[in-house]
């Protein structure tokens, strides 16, 4: 199974950096959405999978790296080498947040994360830097494409390494054990709230970097587009849907979820109805299946395997 | 620059509201220990089923209030026996699953909004939305004052149902604690049920109201289920003096802030999430904690 999953990542990393050699741009274009929608369930994962944290803010830190780099482009810096820039941003505003909000166990934190994107939203629109409500563009320059493309599909892939790297460290071990149980884990000696501020940082940066290259590519960010609720909804829905703090997971449920989106907005009359979609899949997955659609696919490749061990 | 009665008088009729959305979230936190997400979808829906009986009907909104709380009762009663049930049941603290499986109704309740009364933003106007009377030298808008008296008569109406009836005591009793309830004989699932019904009800009831004092669309009440929260951290989930005296400190605070600095009004809903974090920083046990350190100073 291991071996199984690790031949499909390796291919499908090599499909999506070799993708621009054969793939039509309006086909790119989807992967490039496949590749971002990936490494935001990734690195929400982290910190809301690995270490059971499920915070609601995390278009906060999107929205960060977006406005790093359109702010510093305007100043006429190179746009990539803002990157490092706005996730430094981010991860300090990560721990500035985690640390009273840590304090919060399980559902509180969660609602107190609505409340951090909710203010940050409603700064940004307010404050005058930001370009306020209508939003900042982009300087006018070289538009690439294809660089573009290879940036976010060179970051996805980065981000799920680094997602299955901290999953095997001592790190990882310690975000598992804040998750089954925080207070067993204290008693052992971990510092759950170093680790939880240490995962926060970590997947806050990744998602900035994430935004840099979003605004990158769409030359144009407001607040009702980089900070939206939404935007933090589906970070949040993808990891579940797939399969929490798993490393096939999110990539499974980014998959479903850039599909859904791509062929939704397709369809003029079902466009308005992706609220009820994400909240049907929300409740049944709850109900039926808390492990998401790969727990689903084990199950059903378990009794496979199973019946076919008991027939031979 | 407003005087101080005016400050006050207005928090009191905040506060009555904001009481009011509060305990809907705390009823069914007290009973179960989910934390219900949806209630921000709730109050919504409370403020549209108003507004449709106001343009349908022509029932006034707080006339309807009398419709809207029995069938959000029944609503929640459904929602229990259909959803939330079926959930693995939470330990001492909420589980993880009830907030995301709520948070789910939540979103499908916001697109069943969307797709009834589109997203545009709608708004209650009677004959008595402008008009405005004097109370204690302050002058207070019509629809304010009939939300403070809707608030009054509900939690007051709550507070006879907890007290005096065999359904109050039980309610009470699984709150407290749900296996001691069990082994008396209270049957704690129905007790669910009918605690889910009244926290829904509370919800519709306060959207109702907040519908003749704002204009809605359907993705009204996140703003507010933020102050139903703050509000409950700040003043402890099961007490429900905690509870008044958490929405007196917040309404206060967001009356005196307008009142005497010069904050835009945009940034209004930043104040409760402020209050909220301030509370988690300073004092994690809210008011009550608070008060008993306090108390041990100053001894």
Redesign the interface.
Known sequence: MRRLSLAAGVSLAVFTLAAPLFLERGTLNDVWSLAFAVILASAWNILGGFAGQVSLGYSAFLGIGAYTTVLLSLKGMDPFLSLPIGAVLAAIFSVAIGLPAFRLRGPYFTIATIGVGEAVRVCASSVSFTGGSSGLRMPAGSFDFTRNYEAMAVLAILTVVVAALVKRSAFGQALAAIKQDIDAAEALGVNSTRFKLGAHALSAAIVALAGSLYAINFQYIAPGSVFDFRLSLSIVLMPIVGGVGTIAGPVLGALVFSTLQIKLLSIPALRDSYLFIYGTLLIVVMLFEPKGILGLLRRVFNRRLRRFYADA | MQDIAGVLVNSVISAALYATMAYGLAVIYGVMRI?N?AHAGLMMLGAYATFSLFTRFGLDPFLSLLVVGPLFFLFGVVLYRL?VR??PRSGA?????????L??????????A??IWTGDTQSILTAYTMKSVAVLGVRVGVPSLFVFAGSVLSLVFLNVVLKTTYLGKAIRAVTQNRDAALLAGVDADSISAVAFGLGTAFAGVAGGMLSTLYAFTPDFG??F??KA?CII?LGGMESVTGVAAGALVLAFLENGLSAWTTL?T??Q??V???L??VT??AF?QGLPGLFARLRTAFR
């Open positions: 934390i997400l959803v079926r959930l603290t909420p589980s993880m699953e009830s907030l995301l499986l948070f789910g109704v939540w979103l499908v309740l916001q697109n069943f969307y797709f996140r703003s289920l933020l929260f951290v835009p945009s940034f809903d930043a409760s999430f402020t909220l974090f988690l920083v994690p």
